[in-house]
């Protein structure tokens, strides 16, 4: 992981000392990209999920109703989502998830800056994804990658037409 700078106003994102809320299995499609799983699912976040994952161990004083298409990466060999990208139509954002610290970063996509979440989201895995990797902590799943940049590009654009779906699937 990078050097943890959570008291800095520059830091990176987010540390929160737990995983993310898993994904909903029935809401998901999976795409196979050599060392890694792209899963594309249409995803819901609103106060009673947070309440109901995490029973308690959090309080927020942020009322949370958004919705949108996420994009989960998750190790094929190890089947853990190691990077999570919700493309939200409120407040988009994404994880870099730490496994073995059982934590997560949460990391603001400014949209006015990069644009549609959904495009800089595959952009990242496109382009990225072994340097975000080794972030999380996981530099073998970041060298497999970086050897196989083709089966990863093909996902990408399988990806795109799902999130699309997705996103048009939503209320």
Known sequence: MAIDRQESPYRRGNRFPRLPIPMVPEHCTTIEAGPVQ???????????IIETTYRGATETDVAFDDYGASLHV???ADGLEHLRFDCFEN???YHYIDQAAGANVVV???ELAVGDPVEFSLACVEHHLGDMLRNCGVADLADAV????GEVRRAV????????????SMP
């Open 38 to 48: 792209l899963v594309v699912e249409a995803r819901t976040l609103t106060n009673d």
């Open 74 to 76: 998750c190790g094929t």
């Open 91 to 93: 407040e988009p954002h």
């Open 108 to 110: 603001r996509i400014d």
């Open 146 to 149: 970086g050897a196989r940049p």
């Open 157 to 168: 654009e399988r990806a795109r037409r799902l999130m699309t779906d997705a996103r048009r």
